[in-house]
């Protein structure tokens, strides 16, 4: 049986992986963007610490709730046309944000979330579908992609609030790299048939599965998307205010946070070396937990090496997420179950992850320093290590498929 990446012309692969690409791109910058200026939108807004927080947690918010819920109109419209309403409500929802408003700013924000968390569920099962074969390499690139727009929106969110004269603007110029995404999207959805919608196999086969929210195996790679999920966006949010308080100056620390990017977009790619197409994970899971624990306890105990610390920390969370999402389509089976995976993981993943900025926002302001905010971080990923060794650990469903492979 020929897979879909195999009966596509060139110039049609071409068009295909350009558009998931640039709906990577836009899944990250207005999020990476506000940690570097969140000082500045508390001083607009007159937002306290736990606020601003919770600011940085409700797009994490509305990915625990909107993740399960994307398999049913995915079933319905397909995931094609599903996809390209989530990338119109994010453009929508960068621009409502940055008007001046004070409930704008949480509404364009929540918008953006459920928007977001749209994509964060069907790129996986799209790269399951579209290439089959290369299910690794390709969530590494995409995710290296994602990556690359996180880095570039937090080191020029500083410099480009600073050059337009405030916050809103450099948040919001992020719309027109949306836009071109719809555009494109449309042009594939255009040129391209679209495929069955999952809901017409669906019918046929979901009801002898077993669900996933029963699997154990489920249950660790959601543990597994979550814990690094809530060291990414806590150090996200408040690396800048940790550096800051140590007399590292606002714009300094924006670019520490686009070297944490960069490293990440490496470690990213490097990763899918460790990881192939085998059903043993172990390794890779790992390798990104344990440097993680590491560049924590370098942070407090060594600040002098800080850059050095900061970017291994980059390393990790940019591993450790091209793992996460290659765990959810390698143990998926078929593409529809993989959605089903990838809603639960993300949903409750993100639901744990989304305490951790508003934690470390409380911790920071109720005892008068940030170094607690790191050794939180730190005895999360030591969490994380401890679930790697069962979510990296091969099911017989996965040895038995990777023994058919060969």
Not at 335 to 356: C, D, E, K, P
């Amino acid at each position: 049986m020929r897979t879909t990446d195999t009966v596509r012309s060139g110039s049609q692969a071409v068009l295909v992986l350009t558009a998931l690409f640039l709906v990577a791109a836009c899944l990250r910058p207005a999020l990476t963007s506000v940690g570097a200026v969140l000082e500045q939108i508390g001083d607009t807004t007159g937002l306290s610490a736990p606020e601003l927080g919770l600011l940085g947690a409700l797009p994490l918010l509305g990915f625990a709730v909107v993740s399960p819920l994307v398999h049913g109109p995915a079933a319905r419209w397909g995931v094609d046309r599903l996809v390209l309403v989530a990338m119109v409500v994010l453009c929508a929802g960068i621009v409502i944000r940055s008007l001046p408003p004070l409930p704008a700013l949480w509404i364009g924000t929540a918008m953006i979330g459920a928007s977001v968390a749209v994509g964060n569920v069907l790129v996986p099962a799209i790269i399951r579908r579209d290439q089959p074969s290369r299910i690794p390499l390709l969530t590494g690139v995409n995710t290296a992609v994602m990556n690359s727009s996180a880095a570039l929106a937090a080191g020029l969110a500083v410099p480009v609030s600073f050059l337009l004269g405030s916050w809103r603007p450099a948040l919001g110029v992020w719309a027109g790299l949306v836009a071109v995404a719809v555009l494109v999207w449309a042009v594939r959805m255009r040129r391209l048939p679209t495929p069955e919608p999952m809901g017409a196999v669906a019918r046929a086969s979901d009801a002898p599965e077993r669900s996933v929210w029963a699997s154990a195996r489920a249950w660790q790679v959601t543990l597994f998307m979550g814990l690094q999920s809530t060291t990414f966006f806590t150090l996200i949010n408040w690396l800048p205010t940790v550096e800051a308080s140590r007399g590292v100056s606002p714009t300094t620390a924006g670019w520490h946070l686009f070297g944490f990017q960069v490293a990440g977009i490496v470690a990213g790619l490097a990763v899918t070396t460790l990881m192939g197409r085998r059903a043993e994970q172990r390794p890779a899971c790992l390798v990104v937990s344990v440097a993680m624990v590491v560049a924590m306890v370098g942070l407090v105990w060594a600040p002098g090496w800080g850059l050095l610390w900061i970017l291994m920390a980059g390393a990790s969370t940019g591993g450790a997420i091209v793992v996460a999402l290659a765990l959810i389509a390698l143990r998926g089976g078929t593409h529809q179950r993989t959605v089903r995976l990838s809603g639960m993981a993300q949903s409750m993943g993100y639901l744990l992850a989304a305490g951790g900025p508003v934690a470390a926002g409380a911790l920071g302001q109720a005892v008068g320093a940030w170094e607690p905010v790191l050794l939180l971080v730190g005895a999360l990923a030591l969490a994380q290590t401890g679930v790697a060794l069962f979510a990296g650990r091969p099911d017989r469903t996965s040895a038995e498929r990777e023994h058919a492979d060969r």
